[in-house]
């Protein structure tokens, strides 16, 4: 069974359209992510969540918004696509949030391509 | 404020080289420090972790030291293996904070 799995794999779409990403963890975790990764391979949190509770929101275009309906499940939808979003996004849950405990177990990533 | 310097890649040795990526890094407070890996194709996953000064993480043949008078948490092997090619990620998490990565190394190896 894998621990964090993300649907879909691929998505290829055009300019102005409105996608969703799906992320499920088996592993009882308390805490979501999602991370953006561009071509140079460097990773930027986006959002996070604690028990369907958002905890962290960086930076990010309001096109961008997640939905936790519940604490196994977070969700990306993105409205809009522009041809900068193309990235690989990545979902990742955690049991705990502080210190040496705060370990990440990633999805396999969802490569979003706007054309 | 938190962050993480690692070396800038891409690396490229030859099988059994001698590897080390190196990460400095800066905290408030008494990090705790991980090294991730990215296979081709795959999400991050934990390669090995330290949490305190002199701590020493090892998985896989890997090894890092946290040397909390250098701040410094650097990665090395002793004979790299083809299959080690991947990128490595250096992070580190504080407190509540959210954890922070490195902008990561690309390690290719060749036959």
């Known amino acids: 069974d894998t621990a964090v799995s993300q649907t879909p794999k691929y998505l290829v779409t055009q300019m102005g359209n409105d996608k969703s990403i799906k992320c499920e963890q088996n592993l009882g975790h308390d805490t979501m992510y999602w991370y953006k990764q561009d071509s140079k391979k460097f990773l930027k949190i986006m959002f996070s969540y604690n028990n369907k509770e958002l905890i962290i929101n960086e930076t990010v275009p309001n096109r961008f918004s997640p939905k936790s309906p519940d604490k196994a499940h977070l969700n990306l939808h993105i409205n809009s696509l522009e041809l900068g979003d193309s990235a690989v996004y990545f979902c990742a849950s955690s049991q705990e949030t502080t210190g040496a405990k705060n370990i990440q177990y990633f999805g396999a990533g969802t490569r979003l391509s706007v054309l | 404020g938190n962050s993480v310097t690692q070396m800038e890649g891409p690396v490229t040795l030859s099988e059994e080289a001698f590897l080390t990526i190196n990460c400095t890094y800066t905290a408030t407070g008494y990090p705790s420090l991980f090294w991730y890996v990215q296979y081709p194709g795959e999400g991050l996953q934990l390669l090995l972790k330290a949490t305190k000064a002199d701590d020493k993480g090892s998985n896989k043949g890997f090894e890092a030291t946290y040397r909390k008078e250098t701040t410094s948490f650097h990665l090395e092997k002793g004979s790299v293996q083809v299959s080690d090619s991947a990128v490595y990620f250096c992070?580190?998490?504080?407190?509540?904070?959210?954890?922070?990565f490195g902008s990561g190394t690309r390690l290719s190896i060749r036959p």
């Open positions: 992070a580190l998490s504080v407190g509540a904070s959210k954890i922070i």
